[in-house]
């Protein structure tokens, strides 16, 4: 059975990083063509994908904020870490892992359920 | 970057059919997928690869993808398909992972 689950600080201030864990079973990120990624989703908004990760330790990053972010894995704990600097109010989402196959056409086939993140001072 | 349109909203009586539609160009050459998801849920991938389904996902949700538009159809519409459906592509050529807007289909 997959199952994924998302952790970090439900509020975080302007400026400041936020570090998100996804803790998975079910499935090992050392397997060919596993990969975890994370996805957003803006109250009343759109699914906006942050990052992917793969069994081989490459990484891949949304264009418009690969500057803020960064993404890595313990294989050994089943975990998968995404750090994201400079946090706005506009960051303001829900913040969903999500395993992630079919390469080279990747999909999420489980998602967790996903943690609110609220940026305020 | 890839850009993939879908119309904001659908709506269908019960028992009768759904199409909910995805533009982007070339999109046919492309894998795409979609997802459903209800008010407060994480979201659920209902058709893979195209036309493909996971697991668990009804025969009634079918896919298809030609040229401009990939479509997700669904048959036989419940009140329980009542959700936001979102597509999805991977473009090795810009933003790797691109989701449309999401359409949301309501059951009259």
């Known amino acids: 059975q997959v199952t994924l689950r998302e952790s970090g600080p439900a509020l975080v201030k302007p400026t400041q990083t936020l570090t998100l864990t996804c803790t998975f079973s079910?499935?090992?990120?050392?397997?060919?063509?596993?990969?975890v990624s994370w996805v957003r989703q803006p109250p009343g908004k759109a699914l906006e994908w942050l990052a992917l990760?793969?069994?081989?330790?490459?990484?891949y990053y949304s264009t418009s904020l690969k500057t803020r972010l960064t993404i890595s894995k313990d294989t050994s704990k089943n975990q998968v870490v995404l750090t994201m600097t400079n946090m706005d109010p506009v960051d303001t989402a829900t913040y969903y892992c999500?395993?992630?196959?079919?390469?080279?056409?990747?999909?999420?086939?489980?998602w967790g359920q996903g943690t609110l993140v609220t940026v305020s001072s | 970057s890839y850009v993939l349109t879908q119309p904001p909203s659908v709506s269908v009586a019960p028992g009768q059919t759904a199409r909910i539609t995805c533009g982007g160009n070339?999109?046919?050459?492309?894998?795409v997928h979609w997802y459903q998801q209800k008010p407060g849920q994480a979201p659920v991938l209902v058709v893979y690869?195209?036309?493909d389904r996971p697991s668990g996902i009804p025969e009634r949700f079918s896919g298809s993808n030609s040229g401009n538009t990939a479509t997700l159809t669904i048959s036989r519409v419940e009140a329980g398909d009542e959700a936001d459906y979102y597509c999805?592509?991977?473009?090795?050529?810009?933003?790797?992972?691109?989701f449309g807007g999401g359409t949301k289909l309501t059951v009259l």
């Open positions: 999500a395993r992630t196959r079919g390469y080279p056409g990747y999909y999420f086939d489980y």
């Open positions: 079910g499935f090992s990120l050392s397997t060919s063509g596993m990969c």
């Open positions: 990760i793969d069994w081989d330790d490459d990484k």
């Open positions: 070339n999109i046919g050459s492309k894998s």
């Open positions: 690869d195209d036309s």
């Open positions: 999805q592509v991977w473009d090795s050529s810009s933003d790797p992972v691109v």
